[in-house]
C-alpha cells in the first residue's frame, strides 16, 4: 500500500532536465529533524555524479521509502539538488488503556507496526486497529471495540492511545459434531482442546472462543480419526453460531471408512546391510492385518531415524508409499534412501531475557557445524522443556539457498520459575506433611536451589540443596547439599537419632543415553537409648562419624521425562565406606518401564536394594525402608521386621514391584483432571541381629487404589488413595495422600 502511494506521488512529480546534471550539493529546506547527511545516505545521492530525469525519481522514490516524510519536492538549480520536506512527526509513546493483564498488553505491543520512536503514518494506524481486533477476537473478545486518539505534543511528537472495551468473552455453551463420525460427542469432545462453559470450570480458558484454539481443535479431530484407522477423514468444516449471548460450535466430519493394512514391506538401498534394518523390518510386518493408524507409522519412521542417530548411517531419509487396495485395504511401501547432507551452520537463540543462552545451548544435541538430524533436533527441543524453566519452546529449521546448510531459529518464552510445594499423608496412626521452596533458575543460570522440611510424629528432617546441571556451562551436573535430620522414638521405642551432613556430587554422559553419577557424603550422627529400646537396639547407642563414596549408573531412554509414554529407565547405585565407624555397603537398582496404546499409558516399576554391614551389624539409621511412591499406602518405614514392642527397626532388604495405569474412561470431558489406578508389591526383610521376640517374616505386603491429578490456579494437586490388600498389624497405613504445588 504505502509503495502505491509513493508511485502515485512520483506521478505527479514532473522536473525538467535538459540534459544529465551534475548534483555538486544539496540543499534542504523546512528539515528539522533529518540532516544533510541522513538526506544524502537515505537518497543514495553521490556529489559530483550526473543525474537523469530518472535518477531524481529514484531519489524522491528513496526518500518516500524512509517513511520520515509525508511531503517532498525536488528542484534543480545550478547544480544544487533543493530538497523541501515536510516531516512526519514521530511516535513518543504508544499506550495501550482496557486491557488489565501487563502481560496481554506487552502481547499487543510486540504485534503492532508502529513503535515508538517511528514516524506516524496513518495508513499504518489503521493496519494496526485491525491488528488489535484480530488479536482480541482470537483470545475470545469477539465483541471487542478499539479506537485511537492522537495526542499532539510541543516538540513535534504525538502519542498513540488505544482505548479498549473488551467487553464479554465469547463463551462456548455447546460443542456439537455432525456428519459421519462414528463416535459419541462426549468422545470426540475428550479429544479436542476447546470446552463447553460448565459452571465447575470456572478456571479453564479454554471455554472461551478461540480461532487459533479452533484450529487446533481440527488438526487433533483429524489425527484421531487417522489413528482410528481412517485413511480417507476430512474435517470438512467448522463454524461458531451466535445466538443468545453464547457460541455454538459444530465441526462437520467426514470419516469415511476404516481402512486395514493388507501390505507393508520395507526397502533399502542394495548396499546397506539389511541386519541394520532388521528391527524395522519386523516392525513393518507386525502392521499387516493391523488398521491403519498414523502414529504406527510414524513410529517405524522414528526407528529409521534412530538407526541415523546410531551413527550407522549419517544421512538417511525415509518415505512412506501408500496404495489403496481391494475394498478397503492398503498396501505400505517404507523407502529408505540416502538423503542430502545438511550441517547446522548457525543456531539463533531467542527470548531469553534471564536465562544464559550457554545454559539453553548445552541442551543441544546438535552443535553448529554438526549434520542436522531430525530427531536429535527434536530431542534437543525437548531437553529444554524438560528444564521446567521455559513456558514454551518454538523451533525453526531454515536451508540456506543453494547450500548444503541450515539455520536453526529456537525460541523460548520463559516463565516463573520459584516453585512451593506442600504434601501431606494420613493414616490411622497419625499423619506427616512436607514443605519445599525451590528456585530453578537461579540467576538465570539454570541453577536449581531447594529447600525442604518434612514433619511426621517421630521424625523431622531439613535440606538445602544447590544442583547446577550446567556446570561451567559444561555437559557435567554438580550438585551439593547439607542436611540435618532427627528421629526421636524414645516414647515408643526407647532411642533418638540425631543426624547432620553434607554431600556433593557429579553426573555426566558416558555413552550415549548412560550416565555416570559419582558422588561423596559425610555425616555425624548421635544414638542415644533409654531402658525401652531393644537389645539390638540398644548395643549400638553412640557417636557415629560417617564418610563413605557413591556412585550410579543410569540407563535413560525414556521419550520424555514428564508425563512419560514410551521408554525405560534403569538405574544401579552403590555406597562404598570410606572412613566409618559401622562399615555397610548399599547396593541399589530400579527398573522403569513405560507403555503406551492408543489413550492408555502404563508404567510398569522394580525395585531392589540391599545393606551388608562388612564389620558389624548394620546402624539403624542405615536399614532399609521402601519410599512412598514405590509401595503407595504403607508409612515409609513403617513395614518389615519388628523387635521387642513391635519396633519397626528396617531390614537389609527391601522389594517393591508397581504397576501404573491412566484411566481415560472416567470423567473423560474433564479437560484438568487425569485419573490413575495402581497395584503395588512389596517388602522389607533381613536384619543381622536376632531375638526371642523378633519378627522377621518374607510376608509380602500389597497395596492398590487410585489417584488423580488436577491442574488448578495455585498449582497440580496429587490425590491418593489407598487400600491395603495384604498387610500385618504392626503395618503403618496412610490411606490418603495428597500434594500440592504453586509457582512464583
Known sequence: MKKIFIYLLLFNFVITLTNAEIIRDIKLENNKRVGKESILAFGNIKLGNDYSEEDINQILFNLYDTNFFSNIKLRVENNVLIINVEERKIIQTILINGIKSKENTENILKQLNLKDKSPFDEFTVEQDLAKIKNALSRSGYYFATVDVKIKENNNDTLDLIYNIDTGEKALIKNIKFTGDRFYKDRKLRNVIVSEENKFWKFISSKKYLDVNRINLDKRLLRN????????????ESSSAVFSNNFF??????????????????LDIPIDYKARDFKEVKDSIIGLIGEKYSLNKINK????IDNISVARLYDFLDATIEINKAEGNKLKLVFTVIESDKFFVKKIDIFGNNITEEKVIRNQLEVDEGDPFNNLLHAKSINNLKALSIFKDVKSEVISNDNTKQKNIKITVEEKPTGEILASAGVGNDGGSVGFSISEKNFMGRG????????LSEEKVKGEFTVNNPNFNYSEKSLSTSIFAINTDKMTDSGYDSSEAGFSFGTRFEQYDNLFFSPSFKTSAEKLETNSLASASIKKQEGNYFTSEFGYAFDYDIRNQRFQTTDGLRSRFTQKLPLISESNTITTGFTYDQYFSYEELTASLGLFLKNAVGLSDD?????????PRNRLRGFKPGQIGPVDQGDDHVGGNYAAALSLTTNLPMIAPTLQNFEFNYF???GNVWGTDYRSSNFDDSNFLRASTGAGVEWWTPVGPINLTFSHAIYKKATDEFEGFQFNIGTTF
Open 224 to 235: 484421531f480419526y487417522l489413528n482410528k484407522g481412517f485413511y480417507d477423514v476430512e474435517i
Open 248 to 265: 455454538e460450535l459444530i465441526y462437520n466430519i467426514n470419516a469415511g471408512e476404516k481402512y486395514f493394512i493388507k501390505d507393508a514391506k
Open 300 to 303: 517405524v519412521i522414528k526407528e
Open 447 to 454: 541453577i536449581n536451589l531447594v529447600s525442604s522440611l518434612n
Open 618 to 626: 548394620v546402624r539403624i539409621s542405615e536399614r532399609l525402608g521402601l
Open 679 to 681: 497395584l503395588d508389591f
